[in-house]
């Protein structure tokens, strides 16, 4: 899938007249730019390193291959359902 630039978007989005004032078409705009800066900041990822086995990591290769996806993917999944399980735990306690 081809990655496209925020310009190149813009440019190809069809310019529709509005019914909104001036003062309500930049509220608007400002909410838009707000709620896309928003998403990007909770898109940006942050590098984990770790040393483990060469046995764990064959592991953990061995089971991602039988689910048909990374290792690197089954592991971060895997984290993220013990993570949302403690959550869980703690938020009931």
């Given at each position: 899938m081809k990655k496209y630039k925020k310009e190149e978007l813009l440019k190809q989005i069809e310019v529709l007249p509005s019914d909104l004032t001036a003062e309500e078409e930049a509220l608007f705009d400002q909410k838009i730019e707000t709620a896309e800066n928003h998403l990007v900041k909770m898109k940006s990822n942050g590098t984990v390193n770790f040393r483990w086995s060469e046995f764990?990591?064959?592991?953990?290769?061995?089971?991602?291959?039988?689910?048909?996806?990374?290792?690197?993917?089954?592991?971060?999944?895997?984290?993220?359902?013990?993570?949302?399980?403690?959550?869980?735990?703690?938020?009931q306690a």
């Open positions: 764990e990591i064959h592991r953990a290769k061995k089971i991602a291959a039988k689910l048909g996806m990374p290792y690197q993917t089954y592991i971060k999944t895997v984290l993220e359902h013990a993570m949302n399980d403690y959550e869980q735990k703690f938020n």
